[in-house]
């Protein structure tokens, strides 16, 4: 007699009335053990109760339901392409009418861009008088943020010493700024280790 009792999984191929090589010494050791033919009768009788139980299907919906917690990376192009196929028609007469105005659209900037590119004066004109008016409308707008901000006596302070001044100011900004940005990111980690 075998003095070693079945395992767990050996009970479960009893009572599963699995048939096969490894079966034979099993069902030797259960007509003599006590214990262990207790273990696979018990296993029997659960096993007919729980396909006596009815049987239950879940909701409709609730692969969605899941299917729509769980985070899916999707990748870039595969997403610029749903994007792109949202704007699509469906009908095939639709689609070869947005074709042909796409086409159409296509074809008249190609034409304006040729136009431009080769009215070279033209286009350095306007980059030249562009590129002033932006420069001009953008110091303007930071004097008086500065102005609003710090008063008039910044401008009168930075005339005064000229360029070294305000490079070493704008040193003073970077190492600032570089120290919150550090600051931060301690207080992040600091945070991630205590949840």
Not at 54 to 59: C, I, V
Not at 90 to 107: D, I
Request: charged residues 20%.
């Amino acid at each position: 007699m075998n003095h070693r009792h079945l395992l767990p999984n050996e009970i479960d191929l009893l009572v599963d009335g699995e048939v096969g090589f490894g079966v034979a010494p099993l069902l030797a050791h259960v007509r003599e053990c006590d214990a262990c033919r207790l273990e696979v009768e018990d296993g029997r009788q659960i096993a007919s109760v729980l396909e006596e139980l009815p049987r239950f299907a879940p909701s409709y919906g609730l692969a969605d339901r899941v299917m729509a917690q769980v985070p899916v990376f999707v990748p870039w192009h595969v997403a610029a392409r749903d994007a792109v196929m949202e704007w699509v028609p469906a009908s095939k007469p639709f689609r070869a009418l947005a074709l042909a105005g796409g086409s159409a659209l296509a074809a008249l900037l190609t034409m304006a861009t040729l136009w431009v590119i080769t009215r070279g004066e033209l286009v350095s004109m306007v980059t030249v008088a562009a590129g002033d008016r932006v420069r001009s409308a953008f110091s303007i707008g930071l004097r008086e943020v500065l102005a609003s901000v710090f008063g008039e006596q910044v401008f009168t302070a930075i005339a005064q010493p000229g360029i070294p001044l305000l490079a070493v100011a704008g040193a003073g900004f970077v190492v600032a700024a570089a120290l919150a940005v550090l600051g931060l990111r301690a207080a992040a980690a600091a945070g991630r280790r205590r949840a």
